[in-house]
């Protein structure tokens, strides 16, 4: 069974930076895709980044691109999101999502992943 646990959400002024982790176990074929995926309240869960355990093929929503970075430590069992330019509409409850291999076309999808963590909030204030 796949474990995963997130740690690192906090209050952070806009504009600033924070890094989450998620901490992995359990086999490797259901962690081949790890990621994030973000709840703000009233909405519904999207996805956020998305990569394959050996840290290839990254993958980001348009609407973190070029803000946020995905990576990976396969040894360690570690992912990391580094969030910069943080800005108040990143607010939400963030989620380390995992699933065994599937079409590139349904990472995007939250029930693609079945193993969950418990969620992290993040909150960006003005």
């Known amino acids: 069974q796949v474990q995963l646990r997130e740690l690192g959400g906090g209050l952070v002024q806009a504009g600033g930076s924070l890094r989450l982790s998620c901490a992995a176990s359990g086999a490797l074929y259901n962690r081949y895709y790890i990621g994030w995926f973000r709840q703000a309240p009233g909405k519904e869960r999207e996805f956020v980044a998305t990569?394959?355990?050996?840290?290839?093929?990254?993958y980001y929503s348009d609407s973190v691109k070029g803000r946020f970075s995905i990576s990976i430590d396969n040894a360690k069992n570690m992912m990391w999101l580094q969030m910069n330019s943080l800005k108040p509409e990143d607010t939400a409850v963030y989620y380390c999502?995992?699933?065994?291999?599937?079409?590139?076309?349904?990472?995007?999808?939250?029930?693609?992943?079945?193993?969950w963590g418990q969620g992290t909030q993040v909150t960006v204030s003005p």
């Open positions: 990569i394959t355990w050996t840290g290839s093929t990254p």
């Open positions: 999502a995992s699933s065994p291999p599937v079409q590139a076309t349904a990472l995007m999808r939250t029930d693609t992943y079945p193993y």
